[in-house]
């Protein structure tokens, strides 16, 4: 259970770095592109790579947030349960979750292998390159609610606050 | 119909994330109504976050975290004693004022309950206000945060309603300043009744020059950004990548390396932050098509139609679900589930997207300060250790303005739009 508990820290931590630098990638990009305008000069592709830049980090953070209990939910009503209900519903909405994201990566396979042959302009790249980022961030979805699960069922998370509020 | 209803409630109500549950109920609406095509669900999932606009969203909710270091605050603080601090119910009015200006920076309300409350929370205190009195005029005075411009969920409204940010923006000018100068008659008629105090502000020119030039760089901030994304200089995601560049500037000005030591962390609650409103979005992009297939806009619109109900009292009725809505459900999630739902309709019958916008925003801020589900309320229990309940009953006077401007604008579109109209 500790192992679980170090790879789910270290999976966090790694992925966030990745987020982290996406977000500064985009950001610098950005800035430039705006102390740039008054000369005219333009960069070519630069929106289409900040997308794709956003995009990644969007999808990953999607995953982290799982990890984090970040998502946003009604936990209003499953508040007022017994504890033991509480986790039961807990554990089945990660479930759900898992299941829904093991479903996009089911599908993204036809997916990509069909309008993923098509070219992502300006680069002239194949699509299914970027969107491989839907079943890799899924996976790593599925792989964070699983580990959730188990972590819960060995008494290793706190259950009182199960999905953190919007900030 | 029916299925993809029902799920989504459960769900919703088990606490699967909201994101997944509109996820999970549009699967179970093509699994049973429409096998064949499952295959729209991964193709609008990435349609949805396939979108340059949204490149803004980490930015101004970066621009917000980078704005809310302490020296930026105490500043805002210093201005605001200055405007307000002479009137009876001084520090009232000071919270209600900073509030009026941090929401032009911040764009969130509950990073303003944060900066705002846990300095003059304290203050008021000590200074002979009862705490739930401080604590409420603090959450209540928030609310600007999301009306007044730039607002967080104006470009997410924005963005669901495939309309235009810099109206939106333009839109709440005159709907957040009507807010704040009705809770400062409610503050000034409350102080009055309890004799709180007036506090000792010397007016002289001097001292005008000498405060507005040091809150300046700070207080023009929201003008340069709605006037570059109102006029055109620059795309909305530039103006927001620029701000969070003027934000770190100025930060690194006035409280030095503290902003650059900040900013690692500011960027990770940033992009999480934002990546989970993308999840939302994303799987409401599923969630809309859906709604499409099923014509369930169509048949709302043709249902209030016949009713026979015209705008305004349309309008009023959905800023009353809307009011009960944001009781239990966030801005964001709200935001995406009813837009998609109800402005359909209201275009029908002749009521803007912009007004509609601004409508929503107004009635859901006020739903950030309510119980069981109120963002604000919970960031201003942790400063003032106070219950929720016991805030939101010190909170109640003053979001009688809000509710108030949320009326009037429902009447009166033109307090709404009439800005926009002048500049577009």
Known sequence: MEKLEILNRAMTIILEKIMLALFGIFLVIVCTKVILRPFDTAIYGVDELVKIAFLTASAIGGAVAISRREHIAITVFIDLLPGAVKIGFYILGLALVAGINGLLVYLSIDWIAGPGKNLWQPFGMRQSYVFAVVPIACSLSVVFCIVKIVLTLGGRESTDILWMPED | ?424
């Open chain 2, 1 to 424: 119909m029916l299925i993809l209803l029902v799920s989504l409630a459960v769900l919703l109500l088990i606490g699967v994330p909201v994101a997944y549950a509109l996820g999970l109920a549009s699967v179970a609406y093509f699994m049973i109504e429409a096998p064949a095509a499952m295959g729209f669900v991964v193709q609008r999932f990435f349609a949805g976050i396939n979108n340059y606009p949204l490149v803004s969203l980490p930015f101004f909710i970066l621009m917000g975290l980078v704005m809310n270091s302490g020296g930026i605050t105490r500043r805002l603080l210093d201005l605001s004693m200055f405007f307000g601090g002479r009137f009876k119910g001084g520090l009232g009015h000071v919270n209600v004022v900073a509030s009026m200006i941090f929401g032009g920076i911040s764009g969130s309300s509950a990073s303003d309950t944060a900066s705002i409350g846990a300095v003059l929370i304290p203050e008021m205190e000590k200074r002979g206000y009862p705490k739930e009195v401080a604590a409420g005029i603090t959450v209540a005075s928030s609310t600007m945060g999301m009306i007044i411009p730039p607002s967080v969920p104006m470009i997410i409204y924005a963005i669901a309603a495939e309309e235009s940010i810099g109206q939106l923006f333009l839109g709440g000018i005159i709907p957040g300043i009507m807010v704040g100068l009705m809770q400062m008659m409610i503050v000034w008629y409350i102080a009055r009744r309890n004799n709180f105090p007036t506090e000792d502000v010397p007016f002289t020119i001097a001292t005008a020059w000498r405060e507005t030039k040091r809150s300046a760089p700070v207080v023009i901030m929201p003008v340069m950004i709605v006037g570059s994304v109102v006029f055109g200089f620059v795309t909305p995601t530039e103006t927001a990548g620029a701000a969070v560049f003027y934000g770190l500037v100025i930060g690194f000005f006035l409280v030095r390396l503290s902003v650059i030591k900040d900013l690692p962390n500011a960027m990770r609650q940033a992009i999480i932050m934002s990546a989970k409103i993308m999840m939302i979005i994303a799987f409401s992009q599923v969630f809309i098509t859906v709604l499409a297939l099923e014509r369930v806009p169509n048949q709302i619109a043709d249902f209030v139609e016949g009713l026979g109900l015209g705008p305004t009292t349309f309008i009023l009725l959905t800023a009353l679900l809307i009011l009960i809505s944001g009781t239990f459900i966030d801005v964001s999630p709200a935001i995406l589930l009813m837009t998609p739902v109800l402005l359909p309709v209201a275009e029908k019958l002749g009521i803007s997207g912009v007004h509609f916008g601004v409508v929503m925003i107004s009635g859901l801020a006020v739903g950030a300060c309510t119980p069981p589900v109120g963002n604000c309320l919970n960031v201003c229990a942790a400063i003032s250790r106070l219950s929720i309940g016991r805030i939101f009953l010190g909170a109640a006077p003053f979001l009688l303005a809000n509710v108030l401007v949320l009326i009037l604008i429902c009447i009166f579109p033109q307090l709404v739009l009439w800005i926009p109209n002048q500049v577009f």
